[in-house]
Nanobody, 117 residues
């Protein structure tokens, strides 16, 4: 299963971006989809996750500013990011737990988000 992210870029503080991640390949089902981020010199951290039934949770640092959603028919997950801060600057990675005769997990290649002050 391959994941391809899009939607990153450069934005001023207070601005918004919307990330998308499409899963392709042989997929019977995708349970959990998530967004992680990794800033330079820091560990990768979970930003938000969503289950197949659309149950969500978020890192405390993004609650109230970011919204994760998914379209199960399109095997796509989104991350709407509002009120962006310079501290949100990082490479954002999509992650998915899937089943296609076996259980597996995939990562996208990452998309850069840069927030200028």
């Amino acid at each position: 299963v391959q994941l391809v992210e899009s939607g990153g870029g450069l934005v001023q503080a207070g601005g918004s971006l919307r990330l998308s991640c499409v899963a392709s390949g042989i997929i019977f089902s995708i349970n959990r989809m998530a967004w992680y981020r990794q800033a330079p010199g820091k560990q990768r951290e979970l930003v938000a996750q969503i289950t197949e039934s659309h149950s969500t949770n978020y890192a405390d640092s993004v609650k109230g500013r970011f919204t994760i959603s998914r379209d199960n028919a399109k095997n796509t997950v989104y991350l709407q990011m509002n009120s962006l801060k310079p501290d949100d600057t990082a490479v954002y990675y999509c992650n998915a737990d899937y089943y296609n005769r076996v259980f597996g997990a995939s990562w996208g290649q990452g998309t850069q988000v840069t927030v200028s002050s």
